[in-house]
């Protein structure tokens, strides 16, 4: 018999009763949903039927034919930041020590360079014209045309720069051939000055979430704010201890005793499903663990990428 599931989103589907027991995924707003065990009146209506390939592919354990990648399956992932590169590159491994990921972050160095130079020299380039009209201008003029060149050349340099500057986007590959991306995470705006968003995406183009970080919380404590595509919250993200995170602030990471580790809290509620913790090496290396999350009711995809921006998006 059918059975009748309804998502705090106010949408409600009919699933098949082999779904019976297990956890589904909204296709609205991204959040899970316990299928009860007990099969209820069929008579009750739905506003449309959720059908079986979609529930296959946001089940617990995800099939080989299932939308989700198995990779995004497991609760644990490691990650190990590659030094000496001028990019932000990360190797992702499983418990066992073997490569499931790789992620990517290029720096556009040479591109973002010229950006700044070309910047630079289209407001000397401003500021030299008004200087010349300047000279040979009226006395009464002088002055205007001086402050016309400093201003008019710093507005230049600032619009020229903004423009060639480049977005870094991070990319999530299947390994180091790059050959098959899994996810993207894209920088929204190109100056983030109190508030930095990122967009999270799937091998389609699909949107999972977006990833909110306000700089003037970071004063007290660090903390991201994940959201579905309807703009309901799925998670924070936030450093472990309100007392540490003000140590960090004055003491930073203190030789690495105060290094910066995050919990990830459920929705609405200060129930930990997640931790993105530093490990006490020489390199940098993080685990993100999920275990506490037993429901999966945050998509590990968008927990991976979450967690890749509590490092890099830090800046540590």
Request: net charge positive; glycine share 6%.
């Amino acid at each position: 018999m059918p059975i009748p599931v309804a998502c705090q989103c106010g949408r409600s589907y009919t699933l098949k009763d082999e779904f019976a027991g297990k956890l589904v995924k909204c296709p609205r707003c991204g959040a899970s949903i316990q299928v009860r065990n007990r099969q209820v009146n069929s008579t009750q209506r739905s506003d449309r039927p959720l059908n079986q390939s979609v529930a296959q592919g946001i089940s617990r354990q995800p099939s080989r034919g299932s939308s989700i990648d198995p990779v995004f399956s497991r609760d644990k992932f490691l990650l190990r930041q590659k030094v000496l590169t001028i990019s932000e590159k990360y190797d992702v491994w499983d418990e066992q020590g073997q490569s499931i990921l790789y992620i990517e972050r290029p720096a556009h160095l040479l591109r973002n360079v010229g950006a700044i130079s070309a910047g630079i020299i289209a407001g000397l380039l401003v500021f030299v014209i008004f200087f010349i009209l300047g000279i040979n201008a009226p006395d009464v003029l002088v002055g205007w045309l001086m402050l016309l060149a400093l201003v008019g050349g710093g507005v230049v340099t600032i619009i020229v720069g903004f423009l060639l500057y480049q977005k870094r986007h991070i990319t999530i590959y299947r390994d180091q051939s790059k050959q098959e991306r899994l996810l993207e995470i894209l920088q929204d705006k190109k100056i983030e000055i109190l508030v930095a968003t990122f967009t999270i995406k799937d091998a389609r183009g699909h949107l999972l979430a977006t990833l909110r970080k306000n700089y003037v919380y970071d004063i007290f404590r660090k903390n991201w704010k994940c959201y579905a595509p309807n703009g309901s919250l799925l998670c924070v993200a936030k450093e472990d201890s309100i007392i540490l995170s003000l140590l960090r602030r004055f003491l930073g990471s203190f030789f690495g005793l105060l290094r910066a580790n995050f919990i990830i809290l459920e929705r609405n509620t200060d129930r930990v499903i997640g931790e993105f913790n530093r490990k006490f090496t020489l390199l940098d290396r993080y685990v993100l663990d999920m275990s506490a999350d037993r429901s999966r009711s945050l998509d590990r995809r968008i927990a991976i990428a979450l967690g890749v921006m509590l490092d890099t998006g830090e800046r540590r």
